[in-house]
């Protein structure tokens, strides 16, 4: 079973940077992707980056490209997402998913708990 735990949260002020981690165990050979999404007051999900496992392409959301950054520890099963310059709007859950994924949320990626971001401006 693939099991996934997010860390690095936390408050922040606006300008500041964060850096989320995620530690993936069980990993299946369906998961060709790991990502982060996130649940934004008043929004619905939305998709912010994604790495393949493959070759480690990586893919960003427009509103977070060039001030985001997802990498990948394949040794320790780790992602990474490095947020600069955050913005109250950035403010909401971010969830680490695994599976084949896209520009959207869907039940059918393997999902972390969650960890809290709270950019305060």
């Known amino acids: 079973e693939v099991h996934l735990v997010e860390s690095g949260g936390g408050s922040v002020q606006a300008g500041g940077t964060l850096r989320l981690s995620c530690t993936a165990s069980?990993?299946?050979?369906?998961?060709?992707?790991m990502g982060w999404y996130r649940r934004r007051p008043g929004y619905e999900c939305d998709w912010v980056a994604t790495i393949t496992q493959s070759l480690g392409s990586k893919y960003y959301n427009a509103a977070v490209e060039g001030r985001t950054t997802i990498s990948q520890d394949k040794a320790k099963a780790t992602i990474y997402l490095e947020m600069r310059d955050l913005r109250s709007e950035d403010t909401g859950v971010y969830r680490c998913?695994?599976?084949?994924?896209?520009?959207?949320?869907?039940?059918?990626?393997?999902w972390g708990q969650g960890t809290q971001v709270t950019v305060s401006s």
């Open positions: 998913a695994a599976g084949t994924l896209y520009g959207w949320c869907d039940e059918k990626y393997y």
């Open positions: 069980g990993l299946t050979r369906d998961v060709n992707d």
